[in-house]
Each structure stands twice: as C-alpha cells, then as structure tokens.
C-alpha cells in the first residue's frame, strides 16, 4: 500500500485525536517559555544548523521554513545505521533513522534556543513515544540531534526546564542524541505541505501547526 493510502485510512479513522495532538498546546498545562540557558544571538550575519525529528517531515519542515532567521529547512532521515537510505528501507523501520529535518538559520536573526521553543510549542508533541498523530514507529520518535556540546547542552537544559516546570502533563519523550549524518530524502518529501496544501493529512495535520506558529510566535514569523 502506498504511503498516501496508509495514511489516508488511518487519517480516516482516527482525524480527530490526530488534529488535537497536532495543534500547539496539545498534551501543555502552560504556554512553552523561553530556553533559560541559550546562546547568545550573533553580533554579525552567519549560518549555524540544526536537526530534529518529531513525526512525519512534512510538518516539521513546513513549521520552520516560517521561522525568522531561517535559511532552508529540507526533510531527511537522521538517526540509523545504513548511509545513503531511502523512504522505503526507513519506513520498515529497520535501518534506525528518523524522519528528521535540517534547518540552516542565521544566529544573528534566531538562536538555537528559539528554535527549540518553536519545536516544543508547536511543530509536535514531544511526551509522545515512537508515534505523532496518525503516524507510528520508531522513525516517527522525537529527537533532538545536536551537532555540538553548546547544542547539546542547551537542549538538555530546556528539557530538564519545561519538565520540572510541569508544562506538559507527562514526562518529556524527547531524546538528545548526537549527530552523526544527515541524508535528504527524495525530492518528493521537499517542501511538500507547499506543493500540496490541499492534501487531507497536511489539512488536518500540518497547516494547524503553521496557522499556530503564526498565532503565537507572531515575532518569529517570517511573512511568507
């Protein structure tokens, strides 16, 4: 069965809960706040990346090609054991990887930091394990690859913040992993909830979390 006819049925059958856990605040007690340990912005025009997963791509992606500061957020596969893999061998869930997305900012424009706000706030709901919304699996876990020790403990930090803040009702799911390789996926996975926005999953499960990102980060939006 093809990837849009999986999803399709199982859009069908569960569209509500999936819309509810895809929206921003799904699973929150409270509004995200702002990293207590970050980077300082950049005095001067640059470009530092950074890779999460959290579900299906389309809908990371789509979420932080909206960001201010953002340079090129393109979806890929992060996480496993086999180079150069494709959707299908990660879709059997037997190569590690994760639906991941690369996204290339400018630290003068949007910290680390920042980022991770938008993540935790409105791209996914991170106390879910191994599945978001409609979509399940390890290569739909929640992961933060960081790419340096300044990522790595910025993230640990938020995490460990929000949690003992009790901002979300359960336990933060989200993994800290370093990076090892990012490989892009097809062309077809690119700027896919643009190309098809008329699609029933990016209806349902991705255009809220663009529609929220605007709502609430009206000061990171980028205008497009």
């Known amino acids: ?85 494709d959707y299908e061998t990660v879709s059997s869930g037997a190569t590690g990887h994760a639906e991941s997305v690369e996204i290339v900012y400018d630290p003068s424009q949007v910290t680390y930091g920042e980022l991770l706000r938008v993540f935790f706030s409105v791209a996914l709901d991170p106390t879910e394990v191994n599945r978001q919304g409609p979509d399940t699996g390890t290569q739909y876990r929640s992961v933060i690859f960081y790419g340096n ?43 896919y909830a643009t190309v098809h926005p008329n699609d029933p999953y990016i209806v349902y499960n991705d255009a809220p979390k663009v529609a929220n990102l605007r709502r609430e980060f009206p000061e990171l939006w980028n205008g497009k």
């Open 149 to 191: 020790e300044e990522q790595k403990r910025i993230a640990q930090a938020y995490i460990a913040q929000l949690d003992q803040a009790k901002v979300f009702r359960r336990a933060i799911a989200t993994q800290v992993v370093e990076l090892k390789a990012f490989y892009p996926a097809e062309g077809y996975h690119q700027n």
């Open 1 to 85: 069965m093809s990837r849009g006819s999986v999803r399709m049925v199982a859009m069908m059958l569960t569209v509500l809960a999936a819309t509810l856990a895809c929206q921003a605040g799904s699973g929150t007690n409270a509004a995200v706040p702002s990293p207590v340990v970050d980077e300082a912005k950049a005095t001067a025009t640059g470009k530092q990346t950074a890779v999460v997963a959290g579900g299906c791509f389309w809908g990371i992606q789509a979420v932080f090609q909206h960001v201010k500061g953002v340079i090129s957020a393109t979806s890929g596969y992060s996480g496993g054991t086999v180079k150069n893999p």
